[in-house]
């Protein structure tokens, strides 16, 4: 019996008096057994009811492991057929948890990147993998992935990947927020693709447009060479360098350079320009054999064009040469003087640096053309542009402006120092002989730019320098002087070329007394200092330097008539 149902019957019995000594009616019991069967029926409802629930509960139960059941083979196949997506579109994903590090990735990531199968779960993806915008982009924050992520609709790009033991490429990449929008911090997932064959073949085609263009608009070789190297870094993101044929001659090239004889890991290919070898173009990337081959074919597209280049400079710099260089004798022109002399004397204002200029003549020419003919005097022009390149420096300009006539330009020269270096040139032409011609001497006249005047008036001061040198014995070197100017301003043109004036009668018998000539011109110029020095007026002065050009005249032999 049960536990309550007795504790039941005890309250029943001690209500109806049963359990007392007097003997309980029929009445009484009755009621007794009435409230019995009336307890049963109770009870008997209350098994029924709890049995009609468990047999529910376990029917719902049932059903609801069938749904989960089902459920969890739904889910299953779900995620195998996405997989099975995933691994069919080639792409890799990557899932980077909160905390920055890696939680998962797909097989196409790790193959793309190189990196064993989990070699990248719990990792930061940054210090596995290198990505970095191709293009610059001040909004790329590679060492926070999730936080990027957060932006507004994300993030996608174009970027270059590369991995420590993976081939380097570019990949379109997205990265999203993964979880619910309440979540302070949440994973996200990075999708990329490998686009590298793609996006080089766009970049390669603009690149070689770009080229082209600065070839067809007559670009000098350095500005193309430069423009090449920097298309190249940014199509394969490696060091690139064009360098002399057989290693580089620049002991300042990269050392990475120094390997292209010894180290065949570096891609190079030769620039050839009307059959000679011109250069090499190198890149410096380690990696597989079909994608240095490709390289490889890329450079030769690019020598193609460096190569056009290097010919229309080539061509370009003759035409220039044309135009500027005398035929004869290599030196400038004389527009290519006159292009030089302004630009000097613009330099020369602008710094207030001295310009110096010296014109010379050979003297007596006209007599080895007539006496030895033409070619003779054009072996004598080459032989005096010879002597006197070889006394100028690096930064002057000589040039020839006339027949026998010759500019010599010195920036940052004062009067003085281009004295001197004139000196030494007229030392150098008489101290040896010429070819057919023998011995011969030249005439020099000297000036200084003086700030505010033209490249014109230089010139027609060192001409007139060089009149008086001429004038005055020649085989001399005369400086412009104020004393200068005034001498020529009192000098009578008629009677200076009269040949009866000491002037006129010295350059008659010239041919037959240069060395008496010579001897009255030194003679004359001491004189005509030490006068100076005393403080003669210039005509007293221009009348000693006659007497001292005739004194020595009557030991020469005139000329017949």
Same mark, same amino acid.
């Given at each position: 019996?049960?536990?309550?149902?007795?504790?039941?019957?005890?309250?029943?019995?001690?209500?109806?008096?049963?359990?007392?000594?007097?003997?309980?009616?029929?009445?009484?019991?009755?009621?007794?057994?009435?409230?019995?069967?009336?307890?049963?029926?109770?009870?008997?409802?209350?098994?029924?009811?709890?049995?009609?629930?468990?047999?529910?509960?376990?029917?719902?139960?049932?059903?609801?492991?069938?749904?989960?059941?089902?459920?969890?083979?739904?889910?299953?196949?779900?995620?195998?057929?996405?997989?099975?997506?995933?691994?069919?579109?080639?792409?890799?994903?990557?899932?980077?948890?909160?905390?920055?590090?890696?939680?998962?990735?797909?097989?196409?990531?790790?193959?793309?990147?190189?990196?064993?199968?989990?070699?990248?779960?719990?990792?930061?993806?940054?210090?596995?993998?290198?990505?970095?915008?191709?293009?610059?982009?001040?909004?790329?924050?590679?060492?926070?992935?999730?936080?990027?992520?957060?932006?507004?609709?994300?993030?996608?790009?174009?970027?270059?990947?590369?991995?420590?033991?993976?081939?380097?490429?570019?990949?379109?990449?997205?990265?999203?927020?993964?979880?619910?929008?309440?979540?302070?911090?949440?994973?996200?997932?990075?999708?990329?693709?490998?686009?590298?064959?793609?996006?080089?073949?766009?970049?390669?085609?603009?690149?070689?447009?770009?080229?082209?263009?600065?070839?067809?608009?007559?670009?000098?070789?350095?500005?193309? $060479?430069?423009?090449?190297?920097?298309? *190249?870094?940014?199509?394969?993101?490696?060091?690139?360098?064009?360098?002399?044929?057989?290693?580089?001659?620049?002991?300042?090239?990269?050392?990475? $350079?120094?390997?292209?004889?010894?180290?065949?890991?570096?891609?190079?290919?030769? $620039?050839?320009?009307?059959?000679?070898?011109?250069?090499?173009?190198?890149?410096?990337?380690?990696?597989?054999?079909?994608?240095?081959?490709?390289?490889?074919?890329?450079?030769?597209?690019?020598?193609?064009?460096?190569?056009?280049?290097?010919?229309?400079?080539?061509?370009?710099?003759?035409?220039?040469?044309?135009?500027?260089?005398?035929?004869?004798?290599?030196?400038?022109?004389?527009?290519?003087?006159?292009?030089?002399?302004?630009?000097?004397?613009?330099?020369?204002?602008?710094?207030?640096?001295?310009?110096?200029?010296? $014109?010379?003549?050979?003297?007596?020419?006209?007599?080895?053309?007539?006496?030895?003919?033409?070619?003779?005097?054009? /072996?004598?022009?080459?032989?005096?542009?010879?002597?006197?390149?070889?006394?100028?420096?690096?930064?002057?300009?000589?040039?020839?402006?006339?027949?026998?006539?010759?500019?010599?330009?010195?920036?940052?020269?004062?009067?003085?120092?281009?004295?001197?270096?004139?000196?030494?040139?007229?030392?150098?032409?008489?101290?040896?002989?010429?070819?057919?011609?023998?011995? *011969?001497? /030249?005439?020099?006249?000297?000036?200084?730019?003086?700030?505010?005047?033209?490249?014109?008036?230089?010139?027609?001061?060192?001409?007139?320098?060089?009149?008086?040198?001429?004038?005055?014995?020649?085989?001399?070197?005369?400086?412009?002087?104020?004393?200068?100017?005034?001498?020529?301003?009192?000098?009578?043109?008629?009677?200076?070329?009269?040949?009866?004036?000491?002037?006129?009668?010295?350059?008659?018998?010239?041919?037959?007394?240069?060395?008496?000539?010579?001897?009255?011109?030194?003679?004359?110029?001491?004189?005509?200092?030490?006068?100076?020095?005393?403080?003669?007026?210039?005509?007293?002065?221009?009348?000693?330097?006659?007497?001292?050009?005739?004194?020595?005249?009557?030991?020469?032999?005139?000329?017949?008539?």
């Amino acid at each position: 019996m049960p536990e309550g149902f007795h504790a039941l019957l005890t309250r029943q019995l001690t209500r109806e008096k049963l359990g007392q000594a007097t003997p309980p009616g029929a009445a009484a019991w009755a009621r007794f057994l009435g409230r019995i069967s009336a307890t049963y029926g109770d009870i008997d409802r209350e098994r029924y009811v709890y049995e009609r629930s468990m047999r529910i509960a376990s029917l719902e139960m049932e059903e609801m492991a069938r749904r989960v059941t089902e459920a969890s083979d739904r889910v299953a196949a779900e995620r195998d057929r996405l997989a099975a997506i995933l691994g069919s579109l080639g792409d890799g994903v990557i899932v980077i948890g909160p905390g920055g590090a890696v939680e998962s990735a797909n097989p196409e990531a790790h193959g793309l990147l190189g990196v064993a199968a989990g070699g990248l779960v719990g990792r930061a993806l940054a210090d596995a993998v290198h990505i970095a915008p191709v293009d610059e982009d001040p909004s790329w924050r590679g060492d926070d992935l999730p936080a990027l992520a957060a932006a507004a609709g994300g993030y996608t790009g174009v970027m270059r990947v590369a991995a420590p033991h993976g081939t380097p490429f570019v990949a379109d990449l997205a990265l999203r927020e993964l979880g619910d929008a309440d979540d302070a911090r949440r994973a996200c997932v990075v999708v990329f693709r490998d686009v590298t064959d793609t996006w080089r073949a766009g970049r390669e085609r603009a690149a070689l447009e770009r080229l082209s263009r600065a070839v067809a608009e007559g670009a000098p070789t350095a500005r193309v $060479v430069a423009c090449a190297a920097d298309e *190249l870094v940014t199509l394969f993101g490696v060091r690139a360098l064009v360098v002399p044929v057989g290693g580089p001659a620049d002991p300042a090239s990269p050392s990475w $350079v120094k390997r292209l004889s010894a180290d065949r890991t570096l891609v190079n290919v030769t $620039v050839s320009v009307d059959g000679e070898a011109w250069g090499d173009i190198v890149l410096d990337m380690p990696g597989a054999d079909d994608a240095r081959g490709e390289a490889r074919q890329t450079l030769a597209r690019f020598g193609d064009l460096m190569a056009l280049a290097v010919a229309n400079d080539r061509a370009r710099q003759s035409l220039v040469a044309l135009a500027t260089t005398d035929a004869l004798t290599g030196l400038r022109n004389t527009r290519a003087f006159r292009q030089r002399l302004a630009a000097e004397a613009e330099f020369a204002l602008g710094l207030g640096r001295p310009l110096s200029l010296v $014109v010379l003549d050979i003297d007596l020419f006209k007599g080895v053309n007539d006496v030895h003919g033409h070619p003779a005097g054009d /072996a004598v022009l080459v032989e005096m542009a010879r002597r006197l390149g070889d006394s100028a420096r690096a930064d002057d300009c000589v040039a020839r402006i006339g027949g026998e006539e010759f500019a010599w330009l010195m920036p940052n020269t004062d009067l003085l120092s281009a004295m001197e270096a004139a000196e030494r040139a007229r030392e150098d032409v008489r101290g040896a002989p010429f070819p057919v011609a023998g011995m *011969l001497t /030249a005439s020099f006249g000297a000036a200084a730019w003086h700030p505010g005047g033209s490249g014109d008036e230089l010139v027609e001061r060192a001409d007139a320098a060089l009149y008086w040198a001429k004038r005055h014995g020649r085989d001399a070197v005369f400086p412009h002087t104020d004393e200068l100017a005034a001498l020529l301003a009192a000098a009578d043109p008629a009677a200076d070329a009269s040949p009866a004036s000491p002037e006129g009668l010295l350059e008659l018998v010239a041919a037959r007394a240069d060395q008496h000539a010579a001897h009255a011109v030194r003679v004359g110029r001491l004189a005509d200092t030490i006068a100076e020095r005393v403080g003669w007026a210039p005509q007293d002065r221009r009348r000693l330097l006659q007497a001292c050009l005739v004194h020595d005249l009557a030991l020469a032999e005139p000329p017949d008539g």
